[in-house]
């Protein structure tokens, strides 16, 4: 089958993948010079299977009150008239109960433990490399009231096949030693051992070098504009370089992807949420950390990539602006600097923004539309590097009518109907 998957971040490159090595015949459409140089950039660089706890919590709507108008919000609504992002924010409130929380951590946890298994599995095949590390990822507190209220989340993501140990400061050290500086401060952690971190845009990279000698054809600078349709079916879409034919269609288009749907009358509930990361030169290989980090203070993580440092962070509900705010960026830096002084290089540091593709209930949308030949997969907002190889490998199972090996219920578009 002729497959065009559109959009080449992480998700859409992962997509292609999966869908080659089943034997279709795939292309991969992007705007972009070349693959990952959006969302999929220069994220946290986490694997965090075992931290998918959604942001719709029923303790968010409190923080994000006491956060209002406050410059170093992790979490910051910009008031504005945009029925997309009331819409959205409707929807989120509705998924801030326990019921909702304990449905959408079930299904993102099972997308994520399976994504961790294939990833291991496409690296075993490829010997891909990507600066990967599998030391686990270290959630550090340094609020008493904050680790008391995270506990027994531990025992309800365990319940559900997580491996998470809670452990004391000293330990917390003793895991990542570069945490000493901060001893005094630290009240405890929770330690996910099976957890990994990687920079996501070497492996978008190398995985589309893999793709292209495999056959997919990528087409770059091209400008994806309305989808063509024809007795219920897509029949090409509309580029500045002219229609795009083929049999079926799977967009990845991250945070742009409901502008592709709406003209299909199709209503995709995914809004953008702005990160940023800062990622400088490690200058003392002692004081800066191995082990992938959440500090939870500051809802920010850490990601050692081979001999550099990225801290990423905080969420702004502000529309398509993706512009590098310097306040931000330098928020970012001076709390890495502050947990890990001298670790790096400040005057070399290089300031990122992002859009996460976030759905109200923190789960990706995976599966198939009302017209038979056009997929989706997308929408995953925090987790996209997490999730993307068990999102790839569904999808391409999904598309080829085959069985995928875990359960797909909750998980799709119809969810939102
Ligand atoms: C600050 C930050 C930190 C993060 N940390 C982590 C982390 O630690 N772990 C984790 O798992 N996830 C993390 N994420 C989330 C993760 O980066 C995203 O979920 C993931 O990159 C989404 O990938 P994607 O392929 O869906 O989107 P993208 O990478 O944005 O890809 C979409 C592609 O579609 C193309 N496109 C869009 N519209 C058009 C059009 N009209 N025509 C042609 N092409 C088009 C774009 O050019 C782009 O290449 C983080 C995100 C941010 C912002």
Known sequence: MRVTVLGAGVIGVTTAYYLVRDGHEVTVVDRQPGPGLETSFANGGQ????????????????????????????LRFHLRADP??????????????????????????????????????????????????????????????????????????????CVRRVIDAEACIDLEPALAGVRDRLVGGIFSPDDESGDAHAFTVRLAEICAGLGVVFRYGVRIGKPVTAAGRIEGVETNGGRLDGDAF?????????????????????????????????????????????????????????????????????????????VRGRFILGK???????????????????LRPSTPDGVPVVGETRYPNLFLNTGHGTLGWTMACGSGRLIADIVGGGLPEIPIAGLGIERFS
Not at 56 to 66: S, Y
Not at 92 to 105: D, E, K, Q, W, Y
Not at 149 to 159: G, K
Not at 336 to 354: I, M, V, Y
């Open 84 to 161: 997309a992002l009331w819409a959205w924010c409707l929807r989120f409130l509705a998924n801030c109960t326990h019921r909702r929380m304990g449905i959408n951590i079930e299904r993102a946890l099972r997308l994520a433990l399976y994504s961790r298994g294939e990833l291991a599995k496409l690296r075993s095949d490829t010997g891909i490399r990507y600066d990967a590390l599998t030391r686990g990822i270290l959630h550090i507190f340094r609020n008493a009231r904050d680790y008391r209220e995270a506990l027994p989340q531990v025992e309800l993501m365990n319940r559900l096949g």
């Open 47 to 74: 694997i965090s299977a075992n931290h998918v706890t959604p942001w719709a919590t029923p303790a968010t709507p409190w923080k994000a009150l006491k956060w209002l108008g406050r410059a170093d919000a992790p």
């Open 336 to 354: 890495a600097l502050e947990l890990f002084p001298g670790c790096g290089d400040a005057a070399e540091a290089q300031f990122w923004a992002g």
């Open 250 to 326: 799977v967009v990845a288009l991250g945070s742009y992807s409901p502008l592709l749907l709406k003209p299909l009358g199709i209503g995709l509930p995914i809004y953008p949420a702005k990160g940023y990361s800062v990622t400088l030169p490690v200058a003392d290989e002692g004081l800066a950390p191995m082990v992938s980090l959440i500090d939870d203070e500051f809802k920010m993580v850490y990601s050692r990539l081979g001999d550099r440092l990225r801290a990423a962070g905080t969420a702004e509900f502000a529309g398509y602006d993706d512009s590098v705010s310097e």
